[in-house]
């Protein structure tokens, strides 16, 4: 008989997402006449943009002539659409990149997930807590970690709580670590890091030669002025980090699929012999030889987010679903529960009623207002006592779903 991976045998339950469709299908098939909101996975429901629909069907159209169709293009991307990141994802924020530190790809919870390929096994993992659970999951899949405890913490990772008393910020490790998973603006807890916060990361990592890891899916979502959108906005960033981005929750992407990963020339790790070798370097070999590239008409999509249309366009979704995360915030605190998020991003982070416990709080929202969230322990230990919704359902829904919370539940 073929031996299985066994460290997929220490991963708890099923994938959180999918636990919630499995415990929604069980609740509607007894309660057919239930009208469910969902505000659980954080999944777009508005159209793509006008701008990027013209461009798709164009591309589409080329590649239905001789002329124009195209086969496999460049693993990494076209250069017209990592032209065009560079230019209005960076370069207006005073970071300059080279088109080759950039690598386009089908998303960044792939990317996320598969980074840690590229990385030794025994190298010791922090990561915060609560955290978007695919940092962990795909480095116990890798065998970084031993089997978790009753609290849910795998025995090896290194856990950064993010808890009230810190403003749910991370704190720097008091000893070395080799891979920090950082997100800013924050799934699930929608906080966002100052500068002086991502200045002490990258100098941590400076001093540690420790990689960050920096899930910037949510960028977009910031609202304050002075908060730095890339972790190549610090001073040092690149000699340390490499950037997660998407097109999902920017401009509509999640059934589309299209992100970008940056991996900097001058981020350097070395062998267990004391030799450096280029990350960069790496991560290309690992991308060409197991992806073959993101199709043509969906990199000419995403390309089109960068036209003046569609930069309007997008911004005028994002301030869609942010009036969401308006309402959501405003209408449950008036009510008195006490909520976090929802001002530089598109995550609200609710405190359960009565300190009950987030699958219970789950069950109770589902049954009593037919409303759908993301219990707080699914990412992680001390998410335990919260609870996440999402800002990206319809106005109409979103308005409804506080609605019956407020009627229904009490803080
Ligand atoms: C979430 O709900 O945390 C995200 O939508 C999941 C994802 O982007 O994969």
Redesign the pocket.
Known sequence: MALVNEHYLKLRAGYL?PEIARRVQAFTKTNPEAQIIRL????VTQPLPPAVIKSFHQAVDEMGQAESFKGYGPEQGYEFLLDRIIANDFEVRGVTLESDEVFVSDG??CDSGNIQEIFAVDNVVAVADPA?P?YVDTNVMAGRTGKADEKGRYHGLYYMPCTEANDFLPEVPSHKVDIIYLCFPN??TGVVAHRHVLQTWVDYARQNQAVILFDA?YEAYITEEEIPHSIYEIQGAKECAIEFRSF??TAGF?GTRCAYTVVPKALLASTKSGETASLNKLWNRRHTTKFNGVSYPVQVAAAAVYSDEGKTQVRALIDYYMQNARIIRQTLSAAGFTVFGGKNAPYIWMKTSGGMSSWDFFDLLLAEAHVVG?PGSGFGPSGEGYFRL?AFGSREKTEEAVERIRNKISP
């Open positions: 997402f659980g996975i954080g999944d960044s919870k978007y695919v799934n699930p899916a999902s929750k999640t993301t999402s």
